[in-house]
């Protein structure tokens, strides 16, 4: 069967491959997983048919028969269980390319998300100068024990991945702060999830979106 996931209509990143369909996008081309998307409007968000796929009115959703999932990180642990590809069949590997995703959403993605949200939230506030050096140390703090970690290694453990798939995509977030780039191994290991083609199919999947609706606008104007 056939899945289908969700993504935005217009996604708010001009189809640069940072909206969280992206990461399970990727998921289903590692695998070789055909799918489906349908795009929601931020209107239809907040409806009732997509508040019963989603209770927090956001993307991506993943359905495949009765089954319908939320949040990427559980979505993507579903891909990879029932998929070959981005699991280590070893047991004690697969527990631990678990824990890096766990690690990628819960421990790295925070610091970074809100430092990301610091010039929307609190950009006109007094403080908000003052307070960007100390998101960017905290961010630092994180990234200085991931690298140490990362050291040499083209991934986190072995063989690329889930755990790598989720970590290059919250790296991502960091992109024009400058931040990932003061670390040489991080860079070029976030250069190398990019170099993969499933992770190409799945950005240009999704520009593809940004592409057609944009020309679209614009044939109306």
Same mark, same amino acid.
């Given at each position: 069967? =056939? ?16 909206? /969280? ?16 998307? /349908?795009?929601? @409007? ?63 959403? @819960?421990?790295?993605?925070?610091? =970074? =998300?809100?430092?990301?949200? =610091? ?5 006109? /506030? ?11 140390? /905290? ?21 690329? @991945? ?60």
């Amino acid at each position: 069967m =056939i899945p289908t996931i969700t993504a935005f209509e217009q996604s708010p990143d001009e189809g640069q491959g940072l909206a /969280r369909d992206m990461r399970v996008r990727w998921a289903l081309e590692e695998v070789g997983q055909p799918y489906e998307v /349908r795009l929601v @409007s931020f209107k239809e968000l907040k409806q009732p048919a997509h508040l019963a796929l989603h209770p927090f009115g956001q993307i991506p959703t993943y359905q495949e028969g009765d089954l319908a999932l939320f949040e990427t990180g559980s979505i993507i642990f579903h891909i990879a269980q029932r998929h070959p590809g981005l699991l280590p069949k070893n047991e004690n590997a697969r527990a631990r390319a678990i824990t890096w995703m766990f690690a990628a959403l @819960s421990t790295m993605e925070p610091p =970074i =998300i809100e430092r990301e949200q =610091i010039p929307y939230a609190e950009g006109d /506030r007094p403080w908000h100068a003052e307070r960007v050096p100390l998101m960017d140390d /905290r961010v630092r703090v994180r990234l200085d024990q991931l690298s140490n970690r990362l050291g040499e290694a083209d991934w986190l453990d072995g063989a690329f @991945s889930a755990g790598d798939l989720m970590m290059v995509m919250v790296l991502r977030r960091l992109e024009g702060t400058g931040l990932v780039e003061e670390y040489p191994n991080l860079s070029a290991y976030v250069a190398r999830g990019q170099a993969r083609p499933a992770y190409q199919r799945a950005f240009d999947a999704q520009l593809a979106v940004f592409t057609a609706k944009s020309g679209s606008q614009t044939s109306r104007l």
